[in-house]
């Protein structure tokens, strides 16, 4: 799964909401198509990818890791 998607997924299910019903959309917040972009298999060695991105949306600080995981805080 994009991790645009997860991101929604994640916030949706903390707050109990549809992901269509998320204001704003996470499109208004961050470029939805660049950070899937960051994340896709590249083809190389994906095991050595480092580092993550974080932004700020709907309350929480979300984060994604390397692995694909998303944080929120």
Request: a negative charge; aromatic letters at 6%; one cysteine or more.
């Amino acid at each position: 799964m994009k991790p645009s998607l997860r991101v929604v997924e994640r916030i949706a299910e903390a707050e109990g909401a549809d992901p269509a019903e998320l204001k704003p959309p996470l499109g208004d917040v961050v470029d939805a198509s660049a950070l899937d972009r960051l994340f896709e298999p590249t083809g190389r060695d994906d095991a050595i990818r480092r580092g993550s991105v974080s932004f700020r949306y709907c309350g929480y600080d979300v984060t994604i890791r390397p692995d694909g995981r998303v944080t929120l805080e």
